[in-house]
């Protein structure tokens, strides 16, 4: 006899996806092994629906070959409150007819808080991958997103020593606490093999800045705080055309930034702006750059785990072990602190930086090894 033990995973925007992969594919691998434990290991996935242009959703679930969702909340975009408020009452509905013994929930977007408040006052267990993260700003979406997830999630999987330590002193217990290594970094290291082989065929941008040898940036920016004001825009976009006149820059473009560059009036010269692109041209584009302008979380890792160089134009990261002993330089948002790292980095002086422990392709089977403990 066989109990069975079903687990819902929750995907709702681009960064949570290629972090969702290798835990759908460690519970497709687990299945055997836990039906020799007397468990019938059974999952859904369920995507909120939080972004679902193609290129900002379906290419990641294609590329990384993440199973087709069970359920597909369709919430879209709204303002916070609306956004998190559908997520909520579609997924409480679908928790009441599913049932499940457990939610997981990845990352720091508003669909996690969403599916964890909702699934914890329903009386449903919740794990929290990539808990314990904080920047201490709470004027950031995606830290009040953390702190609340963090707080009423049962188990807790910690992707640096930084999140151990946080968690700790916001009084969770230590058997609820998990270091396991980074699931986002798996799903790097199980691609990076995959761009290097001649069936790859990136897209024409980035094909045209890997011919560049190597001397080119590559920029992202989307955060609300840098670029929905003119006043802090512009400066951060001076300093970006300054790095432009010494290397070319490819800049794929969250459709909010577009929107703002365009209303703004900032002039794009030697900055080669693309929509989004998919998981493998990214990290095609990132491997082979110089240097990494961004104001992502995600990124800060990536290039730490790939040793690329990265300024982040931000205040503050959550992610502190990228500038302790990473590649990571967090310059804020003044232009000249900006300008000087990036002028350290080009001139061959950059981090050269060490991967931090665990980051080494198997955090999702660590996290399925706990999971199995609880079933
Ligand atoms: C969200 C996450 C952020 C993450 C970012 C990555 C929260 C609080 N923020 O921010 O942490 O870094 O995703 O992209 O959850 N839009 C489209 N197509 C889409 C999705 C969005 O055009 O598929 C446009 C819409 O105009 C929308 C805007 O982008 O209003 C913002 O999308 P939203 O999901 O609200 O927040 P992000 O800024 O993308």
Redesign the pocket.
């Known amino acids: 006899m066989t109990r069975p033990y079903t687990i819902c995973l929750v995907a ?4 949570n996806f290629m972090k969702v992969a290798p835990i759908a594919h460690a519970l497709q691998a687990r299945n055997k092994a836990a039906g020799l434990a007397g468990i019938d290991l059974r999952f859904s996935i369920v995507h909120t629906g ?4 193609v ?3 379906e290419v990641f679930f294609r590329e990384l070959g993440i199973p087709t969702p069970d359920r597909h909340l369709e919430v ?3 303002s ?1 409150a609306e ?1 998190t408020a559908k997520v909520m009452i579609a997924f409480e509905k679908v928790l009441l007819e599913d049932r499940p013994d457990l939610v997981v929930v990845v ?6 808080v969403a599916c964890s408040l909702t699934a914890k006052k329903l009386g449903v267990r919740v794990a929290h991958v990539e808990a314990g993260l904080r920047s201490f700003d709470m004027g950031m ?2 830290e009040i ?1 953390r702190k609340l997830t963090d707080a009423i999630s049962d188990l807790l999987f910690v992707t640096e020593e930084s999140g151990m330590r946080n968690l700790r002193a916001e009084g969770v217990a230590a058997e609820r606490i998990f270091l396991v290594g980074n699931v986002m970094i798996d799903t790097l290291l199980r691609n990076v093999t995959r761009i290097e082989k001649p069936e790859f065929a990136p897209s024409d941008p980035v094909r045209a800045i890997r011919g560049t040898g190597g001397r080119y940036a590559v920029l992202t920016l ?3 705080s840098n670029v929905d004001l003119r006043e802090a825009l512009a400066p951060i976009w001076g300093a970006i055309a300054e790095v432009a006149r010494q290397v070319p820059i490819l800049f794929p473009v ?3 930034t577009r ?1 703002k560059i365009a209303a703004f009036g900032l002039d794009g010269t030697g900055i080669s702006m693309v929509d ?1 692109i998919g998981y493998l041209d990214m990290l095609y584009a990132v491997k082979g750059a110089a240097l990494v302008i961004t104001d ?3 990124l800060q890792e990536e290039t730490t785990a790939l040793g690329v160089p990265c300024v982040t134009i931000r205040e503050n990261t959550e992610r502190p072990v990228t500038v302790d002993i990473g590649t990571n330089y967090l310059t804020g948002t003044r232009p000249e602190a900006i300008l000087s790292a990036a002028r350290e980095i080009l001139s061959g002086k950059g981090k050269k930086g060490v991967v931090p422990p665990l980051w080494d392709g198997h955090a999702a089977e660590r996290i399925l090894d706990v999971l199995m403990r609880f079933a």
């Open positions: 709702g925007a681009r960064p939080q972004h679902y242009d290129n900002m959703s879209g975009s709204g916070h956004q990352g720091d977007v508003n669909s996690t979406p995606e997103n989307h955060r609300p969250h459709p909010r929107g989004p992502s979380g995600g």
